[in-house]
């Protein structure tokens, strides 16, 4: 079985992409990688590493490795699992300038072809300079991150046609999908979803403890995995496998 290449991309940095990506690949209903390509500098050493990275576990080392080597071999030289309660991750680029130099669709078609794992990618931002709608293009689903406020509710609402035509999809087609982040401050996590005319995958609530050990690399306590953040996380990492192994609207 190919791997499945899901994308979390955000309007206008729209906070908890990184977070909710690394929930949903922890939550996977198989083993999942958490790609961490946002373009514009990845800060995934810096949150869930807590600063101890392997200076060479990354995306752009990667890139390197595979003008000589096959992806499988790269993988499992950059790759890096930080915890025990975390996915295996591959770090993000350093800086803005790196990201020219990545060959982002083949590196989403080379990450359909493995059969190991499934691939999380936090893809940043959406921009069309400088961007990845390369790899978004090679996505088996794409999710729309934002948060309920109205500056963030519009930015959402005029990318949500580009990531349909990214993906090659129609309007209404779950295989692009909405996330709100703290819904109701102050629109529902409904209200958005049809003004950007996408389907609603979920609301991820506001669960400050859970959060602070994806992105400060806190210690998880006792209830981590009980908690909100992470049952919901897991709630919509099996609607999302669902639709992809679908393959069509439903």
């Known amino acids: 079985m190919s791997a499945v290449l899901v994308g979390l991309v955000s309007a206008k940095g729209s906070p908890g992409v990184t977070t909710s990506a690394l929930a949903l690949a922890s939550q996977w209903p198989r083993l999942a990688l958490f790609l961490d390509a946002d373009p514009f500098g990845g800060d995934v050493r810096a949150g869930l590493g807590g600063g101890d990275w392997p200076p060479a576990a990354g995306l752009a080392e990667l890139v390197v490795d595979l003008r000589n080597t096959n992806l499988d071999q790269a993988l499992n030289r950059r790759v890096h699992r930080p915890a025990p309660h975390a996915p295996p991750v591959l770090a993000g680029l350093g800086c803005v300038g790196q990201s020219a130099s990545v060959p982002w669709s083949q590196l989403g078609s080379s990450l359909a072809r493995i059969h190991a794992a499934d691939v999380v990618a936090d893809c940043g ?126």
């Open 125 to 250: 931002r959406f921009a069309l300079v400088d961007g990845v709608e390369p790899l978004l293009r090679t996505c088996d689903a794409l999710v729309l991150v934002t948060t309920s406020s109205l500056r963030a509710v519009r930015s959402a609402a005029r990318i949500s046609p580009q990531l349909q035509k990214a993906a090659g999809v129609e309007p209404g087609d779950p295989r692009v999908s909405l996330m709100v982040v703290a819904a109701d401050e102050p629109y529902s996590a409904a209200e958005i979803a049809e003004g950007c005319r996408l389907p609603l995958l979920g609301d991820m609530p506001k669960d400050a403890g859970a959060a602070a050990v994806w992105s400060d690399g806190a210690r998880p306590g006792r209830s981590f995995a009980r908690s909100a953040l992470q049952r919901t996380a897991g709630r919509m990492a099996e609607r999302l496998a669902g639709v992809v192994s679908s393959g069509s609207a439903t």
